[in-house]
T-cell receptor
Framework: SQTIHQWPATLVQPVGSPLSLECTVEGTSNPNLYWYRQAAGRGLQLLFYSVGIGQISSEVPQNLSASRPQDRQFILSSKKLLLSDSGFYLC?????????????FGSGTRLTVV | GENVEQHPSTLSVQEGDSAVIKCTYSDSASNYFPWYKQELGKRPQLIIDIRSNVGEKKDQRIAVTLNKTAKHFSLHITETQPEDSAVYFCAATLVSGGYNKLIFGAGTRLAVHP
């Protein structure tokens, strides 16, 4: 079956520290993958998307970067976290197949920068 | 780029009443419109979706309508129940340069009172 894994679930990091969030999918190949951020009480902002290994598109200029070292692995990183990086980070993949067009989200990482 | 506006930002109804949430989008090339429900602290879950070649779709107590000419779509929930209380997000998928992106509205916080 097709599943998406995201970790860690929660993270508290000091300002200026690095960040690495990982997302992996199972049960499919060559998925479209996405990173979204949700600030407290706000909507979902698209940060990055990837259509294949090494292919990353950035939606907004910011303190974050993304990488896709393997087909089913998507990583969100930062060299130095800012307070404004706090939020709920969600990885998503686009379900491909007959009659399926939606995005499925991972369980998310709640990041607090202190 | 695509812009999705969602109204109202908050909605309070009595149990058994209907709830309607409306969204507009800006890019006429958008072709897929999902709705997500997000309970507190959890990931968004797809509840219903509609493609641009369909005007209306229904699934038990929820329905979505799409007016491509006016570029707006709506979520209708009938016979609301307390467990319908959550934040609802509309979204529009834009295919640009071969890439599929899902752009979200800001969300509607629905409260259903017993």
């Amino acid at each position: 079956s097709q599943t998406i894994h995201q970790w860690p679930a929660t993270l508290v990091q000091p300002v200026g520290s690095p960040l690495s969030l990982e997302c992996t999918v199972e049960g499919t190949s060559n998925p479209n993958l996405y990173w979204y951020r949700q600030a407290a009480g706000r909507g979902l902002q698209l940060l990055f998307y990837s259509v294949g290994i090494g292919q990353i598109s950035s939606e907004v200029p910011q303190n974050l970067s993304a990488s896709r070292p393997q087909d089913r692995q998507f990583i969100l990183s930062s060299k130095k976290l800012l307070l404004s990086d706090s939020g709920f980070y969600l990885c998503a993949w686009r379900v491909m197949g007959a009659g399926h067009y939606g995005y499925t989200f991972g369980s998310g990482t709640r990041l607090t920068v202190v | 780029g695509e812009n999705v506006e969602q109204h109202p930002s908050t909605l309070s109804v009595q149990e058994g009443d209907s709830a309607v949430i409306k969204c507009t989008y800006s890019d006429s090339a958008s072709n897929y419109f999902p709705w997500y429900k997000q309970e507190l602290g959890k990931r968004p879950q797809l509840i219903i979706d509609i493609r641009s070649n369909v005007g209306e779709k229904k699934d038990q107590r929820i329905a979505v309508t799409l007016n491509k000419t006016a570029k707006h779509f709506s979520l209708h929930i009938t016979e609301t129940q307390p467990e319908d209380s959550a934040v609802y997000f509309c979204a529009a998928t834009l295919v640009s340069g071969g890439y599929n992106k899902l752009i979200f509205g800001a969300g509607t916080r629905l409260a259903v009172h017993p």
